[in-house]
């Protein structure tokens, strides 16, 4: 794997459920196009895991899907590359906190 993202997506929304509506729809999203293998979700961010443009168009994606309704959006992302190599993978990171 050449590159590993963390995506947090934050609607500004008051409404809480109109606010987690749209994190689920973004986490739907993400889990359709990727492999099992290459998405965790996590109660604070979704890790995604492959190409780094790949993973940028999706990243892209997930914003303006988050965003249809016309309400701002934050967006945390933490990326990890490595043009030449690899990073880390998501397996790697957790095996040994795994059963």
Known sequence: MHC???LQILPQYVDEKKLLEVVDKVIRYLE???SPENITVSP???TLQGDYDDLM???KKAIQL???DGVEIFANVKVSYCE???VLTIEDKL???RD
């Open 4 to 6: 590993s993202i963390a």
């Open 32 to 34: 359709s196009q990727v």
């Open 44 to 46: 604070f961010e979704t």
């Open 57 to 59: 168009v999706l990243l």
């Open 66 to 68: 988050a965003g249809e």
């Open 84 to 86: 030449k190599g690899d």
């Open 95 to 97: 095996s040994p906190y």
